[in-house]
């Protein structure tokens, strides 16, 4: 009986690797998504000054990621539909990566902007497809509580684009932060993109996308590694059930997606008029402008972005 047992555990733990990798992958999405999203507000001080910006030039060098963000949101559904979520996680990766090195080398606004542009291109995608990939993947029991992991990577995310900028701000004087520090703020980003990247090799496709493409034995093969075999077959007919009844068609988000699409919006609309995305992109400044010290400043945008991560902790 303690064999059996051990062997039990043994293929259960085999069976939960995909999973857990593909949980990972999600999380660390959206900590990408975190990070480069915000890691502009330890930056943006130092690179108006290093630029001659004024006000308009520096509401544009903070918030010009933003168009990236609509194009990458917009895009990545269809991106994913067609080359698949692993694929659409890779563009993703490859973009917070080259918009991580392109910033040591920006010699003028319009080739910051132009990075920018690409990393704000990962970050809309990677909203869209990282907690998509992994809600077609977990299993019912728990693809609520898989979901939310996405949610804490942002928030972690946030933490850490702001305690790496505090870190890098107290390596230098004021000079050196606006000649090259700020270009170190983002360029560290590229350490969890090319982390991302190297996971998704070895990760498993969403299943559901592999039936859509008529591809049913590699869906019913990933499914067995995640379910076991018999929860596997019972997940496959839900999935067909599924495809059944969606027609593919752009109608459908006024009919059979009407609620949640709306429900959807609203709840996302709701939180940005709270002024929150803004806030957190100049929480240096905002403190500095108070007459607070540089590296006081620095500090005080890290308990803030603490703050925000214990309250996450406990939402979830």
């Given at each position: 009986m303690a064999t059996i047992s051990r062997n039990g555990n043994s293929a259960l733990a085999h069976l939960r690797i995909p999973l857990i990798l593909a949980a990972a992958i999600s999380t660390l999405g959206g900590l990408l998504f975190g990070y480069d999203n915000i890691v502009i507000s330890g930056a943006i001080g130092f690179l108006s000054q290093r630029f001659r910006l004024d006000t308009a030039g520096v509401g544009w060098a903070a918030g010009c990621a933003l168009l990236g963000c609509i194009v990458g949101c917009a895009?990545?559904?269809?991106?994913?539909?067609?080359?698949?979520?692993?694929?659409?996680?890779?563009?993703?990766?490859?973009?917070?990566?080259?918009?991580?090195?392109?910033?040591?080398?920006?010699?003028?606004?319009?080739?910051?902007?132009?990075?920018?542009?690409?990393?704000?291109?990962?970050?809309?995608?990677?909203?869209?497809?990282?907690?998509?990939?992994?809600?077609?993947?977990?299993?019912?029991?728990?693809?609520?509580?898989?979901?939310?992991?996405?949610?804490?990577?942002?928030v972690v995310g946030i933490?850490?684009?702001?305690?790496?900028?505090?870190?890098?701000?107290?390596?230098?004087?004021?000079?050196?932060?606006?000649?090259?520090?700020?270009?170190?703020?983002f360029f560290a980003g590229v350490a969890p993109a090319v982390l991302f990247g190297v996971m998704i090799l070895p990760a498993v496709e969403s299943p559901r996308w592999l039936m859509k493409m008529g591809r049913r034995m590699e869906a019913m093969d990933t499914l067995a590694k995640i379910n076991g075999s018999e929860a596997a077959r019972a997940e496959v007919e839900e999935i067909e059930n599924a495809?059944?009844?969606?027609?593919?068609?752009?109608?459908?988000?006024?009919?059979?997606?009407?609620?949640?699409?709306?429900?959807?919006?609203?709840?996302?609309?709701?939180?940005?008029?709270?002024?929150?995305?803004?806030?957190?992109?100049?929480?240096?400044?905002?403190?500095?402008?108070?007459?607070?010290?540089?590296?006081?400043?620095f500090f005080q945008s890290v308990l803030v972005s603490l703050i925000n991560l214990i309250f996450t902790l406990c939402a979830l």
């Amino acid at each position: 009986m303690a064999t059996i047992s051990r062997n039990g555990n043994s293929a259960l733990a085999h069976l939960r690797i995909p999973l857990i990798l593909a949980a990972a992958i999600s999380t660390l999405g959206g900590l990408l998504f975190g990070y480069d999203n915000i890691v502009i507000s330890g930056a943006i001080g130092f690179l108006s000054q290093r630029f001659r910006l004024d006000t308009a030039g520096v509401g544009w060098a903070a918030g010009c990621a933003l168009l990236g963000c609509i194009v990458g949101c917009a895009g990545a559904g269809g991106v994913a539909d067609y080359l698949g979520k692993k694929m659409g996680l890779g563009i993703c990766a490859l973009c917070f990566a080259l918009s991580s090195v392109g910033m040591l080398f920006a010699a003028n606004l319009n080739q910051f902007v132009l990075w920018r542009l690409i990393g704000g291109l990962g970050i809309g995608a990677a909203s869209v497809i990282s907690p998509n990939y992994i809600a077609e993947i977990a299993p019912t029991r728990i693809r609520g509580r898989c979901v939310t992991l996405y949610q804490l990577g942002i928030v972690v995310g946030i933490l850490a684009a702001v305690f790496v900028n505090m870190l890098i701000q107290r390596m230098g004087n004021e000079a050196w932060n606006v000649s090259m520090g700020w270009r170190w703020m983002f360029f560290a980003g590229v350490a969890p993109a090319v982390l991302f990247g190297v996971m998704i090799l070895p990760a498993v496709e969403s299943p559901r996308w592999l039936m859509k493409m008529g591809r049913r034995m590699e869906a019913m093969d990933t499914l067995a590694k995640i379910n076991g075999s018999e929860a596997a077959r019972a997940e496959v007919e839900e999935i067909e059930n599924a495809l059944t009844v969606e027609e593919d068609h752009l109608s459908e988000l006024w009919t059979t997606f009407r609620h949640p699409l709306l429900l959807g919006i609203m709840l996302a609309g709701l939180q940005q008029i709270s002024g929150i995305t803004p806030v957190f992109s100049f929480l240096p400044e905002i403190f500095r402008s108070t007459g607070t010290a540089t590296s006081d400043a620095f500090f005080q945008s890290v308990l803030v972005s603490l703050i925000n991560l214990i309250f996450t902790l406990c939402a979830l």
